[in-house]
């Protein structure tokens, strides 16, 4: 290994422990991930010609343009992916689209709660994002469960769940997202594979969460609507159904175009533009589509998107110099081709370390193959979206669900570590086994 590859993979190491370690340096791992992705692509540049034998040393500029081009390529039509389906959601939630939610969580009885809250929440994060999932079902607890100590162990199980339904739907979670963009897992693959061991990572939890819930609450509780603004009821309902329905046809519009997945979520987007649009007609409002649209596109996280932009960029100087293909050989050879094993140690890891970069590495590592483990729908492909999706759920930190979460209730690091880690742990335990079992009678 060259110092130039040292120097790169130093660097990205360093970026990677601080964005790690956010927590501590309050510095946003945007910042760091944007500053780690600009630092390895200028060493890189340093002396490209030892990472391009084939190429004359007067095209490797060139080359290297094109290269750069062909990953930001990629990574914009993850971030757009996501851009879209953040400003859909907003839309639907702006317009009480969720008032559904609150509607079906009403009951007296603690364990039933427990219950519809863990299914709703696992539905919901199949379709919507984990975050604003997480960010919905905390605000209805909140106004459902007085007790801290039992409100606590309702967020625990969202953070579960939200997880959970994210890993067996393509759009449910930024790596499902990654994978499926990439072309190594499909809508059909996905669903009929991941569904039951993602299912089965949740009841578990839930089972064992449930006997901490006993009673009943003192009263049933009126939840408030969310602020509607001037739409009817019918339009409200409108809204939703091109919200959610909208989301939910982005993969079959994929199949039957083959275009890329953003594609889709802009042709939802549209839509659902030109619709409020058409509705705002005939509100006595006196501000216009145009000021409400901008007020909803200013609510994205631009942050979470830089972050992501930095990561993929980075992670992509890291494959270009060889460094993640030797390390997915290391990984095979280490552990003989066992990618249960590999899988594993990887979900463990993105309860550590953000998924992100980790299902990215993993995607530089290993190339796709025509037939076998590696091949779109693979057990290698497959088992990573399970595994970097439910295995974020063992610590509060391990994914974006329990971070906001965490910092919605203030649950801390050690309570959720000493209560909940192992009982996520066996949830994700199970999910693999039932994988394992699918695969060995049903799926070979």
């Not at 689209?97 to 709703?120: H, I």
Request: proline share 2%; aromatic share 10%; hydrophobic share 55%.
């Amino acid at each position: 290994m060259s110092i130039l590859t040292i120097l790169i993979v130093a660097v990205f190491c360093v970026g990677y422990l601080c964005i790690a370690l956010e927590s501590l340096t309050k510095i946003n791992k945007a910042a760091i991930a944007l500053l780690m992705c600009v630092l390895c692509w200028t060493l890189l540049m340093t002396g490209p010609a030892m990472y391009y034998p084939s190429i004359a040393e007067g095209d490797v500029i060139h080359h290297i343009a094109e290269v750069i081009e062909h990953h930001l390529g990629d990574a914009a039509g993850t971030l757009f992916f996501l851009m879209g389906a953040m400003t859909i959601v907003e839309i639907v939630d702006s317009n009480g689209g969720f008032n559904f939610v609150r509607d079906t969580m009403k009951t007296r009885s603690k364990r039933k709660l427990m219950w519809r809250m863990a299914f709703m929440t696992f539905f919901l994060s199949a379709i919507l994002d984990n975050l604003t999932t997480s960010i919905v079902m905390i605000m209805v607890l909140r106004k459902l469960v007085q007790s801290r100590g039992d409100r606590l162990i309702y967020a625990a199980l969202v953070v579960i769940s939200a997880n959970s339904g994210g890993a067996f739907s393509p759009i449910g979670d930024v790596t499902t997202i990654m994978l499926w963009i990439k072309g190594v897992i499909t809508t059909q693959g996905v669903l009929t594979e991941i569904f039951i061991p993602s299912l089965v990572s949740m009841l578990i939890p839930a089972f064992i969460l449930q006997y901490q819930l006993k009673g009943k609450f003192d009263k049933e509780q009126n939840l408030p609507k969310a602020d509607v603004s001037h739409f009817t009821k019918t339009q409200r309902d409108v809204i939703f159904w091109l919200g959610v329905g909208g989301l939910c046809f982005v993969p079959i519009f994929k199949t039957l175009t083959h275009l890329p997945p953003f594609m889709g979520i802009l042709l939802v987007l549209g839509v659902l533009w030109t619709v409020t649009e058409i509705f705002h007609y005939n509100t006595s409002e006196d501000d216009t589509m145009a000021k409400r649209v901008s007020d909803l596109l200013s609510r994205i996280d631009l942050s979470t998107i830089m972050f992501f932009l930095g990561i993929l960029m980075a992670v992509a100087v890291l494959q270009e110099i060889g460094v993640l293909t030797a390390l997915g050989q290391g990984l095979n050879e280490a552990f003989a081709g066992n990618y249960f094993l590999i899988n594993g140690i990887i979900g463990v890891l993105s309860s550590i370390v953000d998924n992100v970069p980790l299902v990215a590495g993993c995607m530089g590592m290993y190339p796709v193959a025509a037939e076998g483990a590696m091949a779109v729908d693979g057990i290698f492909w497959q088992l990573l979206a399970y595994c970097a999706g439910v295995g974020g759920s063992m610590l509060i930190i391990g994914s974006a669900a329990g971070v906001v979460v965490m910092g919605l209730e203030k649950i801390t690091f050690g309570w959720y570590m000493k209560k909940i880690t192992w009982i996520a742990f066996v949830g994700y335990l199970a999910g693999m086994l039932v994988y394992w079992v699918e695969r060995l009678l049903l799926f070979t």
